[in-house]
């Protein structure tokens, strides 16, 4: 995603352009193609936020305007709860695995050392396997680790948001570290030599140098894991316990059921959330 | 002497600090990743008690019912038909999406991929509730068809509302890295297989398609892994008319009464084994060039 949005000008003038002569046909193709598939793309998200403010009480049909489900939504404790819920573990779990993932990227792009080949792939492997696998082996794990507490100091623990969080950040862990093992490879290391020769020390070179250069990718990899969180409904459903109610559980166990404007409104307020974190991700990286 | 034991000591605090960045993050993936994929690992060789309880005895009836019967054989078969299918179906949308966006001047293309990038980081299930509200039985095309005076389609509960979501779920994370292989590609060389006498489609195929297959692999292997353990979309749009093997997987360990892990753990051990196999093909395919 990050290296997707370098625009190099000096390559784009070399590309023909579309107005060429020989070019037109398969021009207005390629147009036609990509505003046919933008709109296939676009009119369902239109089509949810517009139901989102329509009085119909079954929210399929446009009868006119209201803000009622919106003024629901906010009277609604279990979903306002479950929506809490949902922001306290992506905060927890985007500040552990933030600092979790930029410390292993830092030791896998600086150092060389024995098991550094295994480890790469042990960091591969959560992004690689499907979300489902992940969710089961934890629901497993869990399941055992708690039989197991039981047994040794009697006490009975039960699935909750803290299974929920440790489960995200093992699976947001591998997202930051890729983000920001990308910037540290960006990073031109005679700034860190020059740093040195002037007699700065590894903490100061780190503080002053190092970190300030790499923060874009930290900040960039910390917006993918809160995003990831917030919209992780695979292995919520299997780590949440019965008490603990998370948005994306709620609003699955609602649309099993039905189309709800009530739901259209959530999904519209979840969307504006992630249009603000892809613009907060991407005035992040241009700045580099 | 002195520079032999500064340089000692140096080293020494090298091996403390690189401990001290590995530890933490590497703990924590060994005990919540690792871990629980050694113990559905063991589970999948252990028996299902009646109650639902593992039995700690080894056996390997479990994957022989896996393979043995049709159910899930039908399952693993339904898996992966509808994920090339969706992936096949992605690459062919999403190769001339991604050639349109790479030929327009820098600041269009600013834009147009990041109409790309807000569905790809927007919640799935919301995306795809969405198409409940198009297609559902009172839905948005049914009511038109209906002030039109015609009869109503049947289109949610289908197994193409299935593939239709997933397609639409998945486009976005085709197009990306399809998107960067094409930034990366040079146009040029189209031009000079023209001028060398090779006709436009000769030239796709033999410079443009082998130069950005990374990027066509890389799009296959991030559409097909979700796509292969999905069970969100065949329930909410296909409605759970037909078994995939995620939704086997989810009811075996969450619905089931009892439910049976050992079963589960071993579906789940499959999948992933037919997936890393698939993986690791593409890493074989991509070193030479791209890493």
């Given amino acids: 995603m990050i290296e997707a949005t370098s625009a190099t000008p000096s390559r784009s003038a070399s590309r023909p352009a579309v107005a060429q002569g020989r070019l037109t046909w398969s021009g207005v193709a390629l147009a036609t193609h990509a505003v046919l598939l933008y709109l296939f793309l676009y009119l369902p998200i239109v089509i949810l936020v517009v139901f989102s403010f329509t009085r119909d009480q079954f929210g399929v049909r446009w009868t006119g305007f209201t803000f009622e489900w919106y003024v629901r939504l906010v009277n609604n404790e279990r979903l306002m709860g479950a929506s809490l819920n949902t922001l306290a573990v992506a905060f927890v779990s985007t500040i552990v695995s933030t600092v979790l993932g930029t410390l292993l990227a830092l030791a896998m792009e600086r150092y060389r050392f024995r098991g550094r080949s295994g480890m790469d792939a042990l960091l591969y492997l959560p992004i690689v396997i499907p979300e489902i696998v992940m969710a089961v082996a934890l629901l497993a794990f869990s399941a055992l680790a708690f039989d197991l507490i039981r047994l040794i100091t009697g006490e009975s623990l039960r699935r909750s948001l803290t299974t929920v969080i440790i489960a995200h950040i093992a699976f947001s862990i591998s997202f930051v570290v890729v983000v920001v093992r990308t910037s540290l490879k960006n990073f031109d290391r005679r700034l860190e030599e020059a740093a040195a020769d002037l007699g700065a020390d590894g903490w100061r070179i780190f503080w002053r140098i190092t970190f300030p250069l790499i923060l874009p990718g930290i900040i960039g990899g910390a917006l993918l894991a809160f995003t990831l969180s917030l919209d992780d409904f695979i292995i919520s459903l299997f780590l949440s316990g019965p008490g603990t109610s998370l948005l994306p559980v709620e609003v699955y166990s609602k649309v099993r059921r039905a189309v709800t404007p009530e739901i259209n409104a959530i999904s519209t307020l979840m969307l504006l959330l992630s249009i603000t974190l892809v613009v907060l991700s991407q005035s992040v990286q241009r700045r580099r | ?291």
């Fill in chain 2, 1 to 291: 002497m002195a520079l032999n034991t500064l340089e000692q000591e140096q080293r020494r605090r090298a091996r403390w600090r690189l401990a001290a960045l590995l530890t933490p993050g590497m703990l924590w993936l060994v005990l919540f990743f690792a871990l629980p994929l050694v113990i559905i690992l063991i589970y999948s060789v252990m028996t299902n008690g009646p109650r639902g309880n593992i039995v700690w005895r080894f056996t390997v009836g479990n994957y022989y019912d896996l393979f043995t019967r049709s159910v899930y054989v039908n399952a693993y078969l339904r898996s992966i038909w509808i994920s090339v299918l969706t992936t096949l179906i992605c690459l062919l949308l999403g190769y001339p999406l991604a050639l349109f966006i790479v030929r327009q001047p820098p600041r269009w293309r600013t834009v147009l991929l990041f109409l790309v990038l807000i569905p790809f980081w927007t919640n799935f299930l919301v995306r795809i509730y969405a198409w409940q509200i198009i297609l559902a039985n009172n839905g948005l095309i049914n009511s038109t068809l209906a002030g039109l005076g015609l009869p109503r389609l049947n289109l949610l509960n289908t197994e193409g509302a299935t593939l239709l979501g997933l397609v639409y779920g998945e486009l976005p994370f085709m197009v990306l890295p399809l998107y960067a292989a094409l930034d990366r590609f040079d146009f040029t060389l189209m031009e000079a297989a023209a001028d060398l006498g090779a006709s436009r489609p000769r030239a796709f195929w033999r410079v443009m398609l082998p130069m950005t297959m990374p990027g066509v692999a890389a799009g296959a292997v991030l559409v097909f892994i979700p796509t292969i353990g999905q069970f969100v979309v065949s329930e909410l749009l296909g409605g759970a008319k037909v078994d995939y093997i995620g939704n086997l997987i989810q009811r075996l360990f969450l619905r089931s009464n009892p439910p049976n892990w050992p079963l589960g753990s071993a579906m789940a051990m499959v999948m992933m084994l037919v997936l890393l196999a698939l993986i690791l093909l593409y890493f074989r395919s991509t070193t030479e060039e791209d890493r």
